[in-house]
């Protein structure tokens, strides 16, 4: 199975945006793409970096609906080209408002979307400004390009939530990000996700930002690993890339985790301790 990050710089204007998403997605197909996946806020700029109250103009318009204009656009692209596609994007639902990620299967069908679970809040992130803690649990989807989950961003920190998906039997997690140059050590966004690979058994494929914009320095560096912690492709930093990784997922079999790990785990202590902590 093909594999294509789309690791792109995102321009002010949103239509324009996401009309260079779509020649993306097609680009990728024609180069074999089975699976695409965006950075976090595809197509719109990064205004997490500004604290809501700071904020002059209204965001309400980068908002929008699931489905809506931007899933339909992806979605009829997708039926197309006959590619799984993951974005983000900022979603209104009625009051509320959440960093989700659709997932759009190969025949156009919108499978349903994973919203960002654990929101941050601190210098040049202040999404606790702009989202609400996501509600869809940690869907696991049944896509052409194999079982799929999503960590959005932030999530990716939290094990929990990784082995919630490994225990679905996703295949892959896809996690589109927004991270910055410096903002961890040297490495370590590699290395969260080869260890969270080899511990659960699947294939981990992250799609990071690139560019400047307003203080932030995004990092790209967009890479796939897989169930064996290794990192198979790597794109470069500080220039717009597709970045394409061949696999099979038919060696999550002899992976650790598949063959030790998972089947050795002791869930009824681990809840014991869990409650001990709480009390």
Not at 19 to 34: F, K, L, M, P, W
Not at 46 to 75: C, H, I, N, W
Not at 118 to 147: K, L, N, S
Request: include cysteine; charge should be negative.
């Amino acid at each position: 199975m093909n594999i294509a990050l789309a690791q792109q710089a995102v321009p002010p204007n949103h239509e324009s945006a996401l009309q260079r998403g779509i020649q993306a997605v097609r680009t990728a197909a024609n180069r074999g793409a089975d699976l695409v996946v965006f950075p976090e806020l595809s197509f719109t700029p990064f205004y997490p970096q500004v604290p809501a109250d700071e904020r002059a103009e209204s965001l309400s318009d980068l908002a929008e609906p699931v489905p809506g204009p931007m899933t339909e656009a992806l979605r009829t692209v997708a039926r197309e080209c006959g590619v799984v596609v993951v974005c983000n994007l900022y979603e209104r639902d009625g009051d509320r408002f959440f960093d989700t990620s659709p997932v759009i299967d190969a025949d156009g069908t919108l499978l349903g979307v994973t919203r960002m679970m654990h929101i941050t809040q601190y210098t040049h992130f202040w999404e606790q400004d702009y989202y609400h803690p996501g509600d869809t649990e940690a869907p696991v989807y049944d896509t052409a390009a194999g079982r799929l989950g999503v960590a959005i961003c932030y999530d990716r920190h939290y094990p929990e939530y990784l082995r919630a998906l490994a225990l679905q039997d996703a295949e892959i997690v896809a996690v589109p990000q927004a991270g910055t140059a410096g903002e961890w050590p040297e490495g370590m966004y590699e290395a969260e996700l080869r260890v969270a690979a080899l511990q659960h058994g699947f294939f981990t494929v992250l799609a990071n930002r690139v560019g400047r914009e307003e203080d932030m320095h995004f990092a790209g560096r967009s890479f796939v690993t897989d169930p064996f912690g290794e990192v198979v492709a790597q794109a470069p930093g500080d220039e717009e890339a597709t970045l394409h990784a061949t696999v099979d997922l038919d060696r999550r079999d002899e992976a650790p985790a598949r063959q030790l790990f998972l089947h050795h785990r002791r869930p009824d202590q681990y809840e014991k301790g869990a409650v001990a902590l709480e009390d």
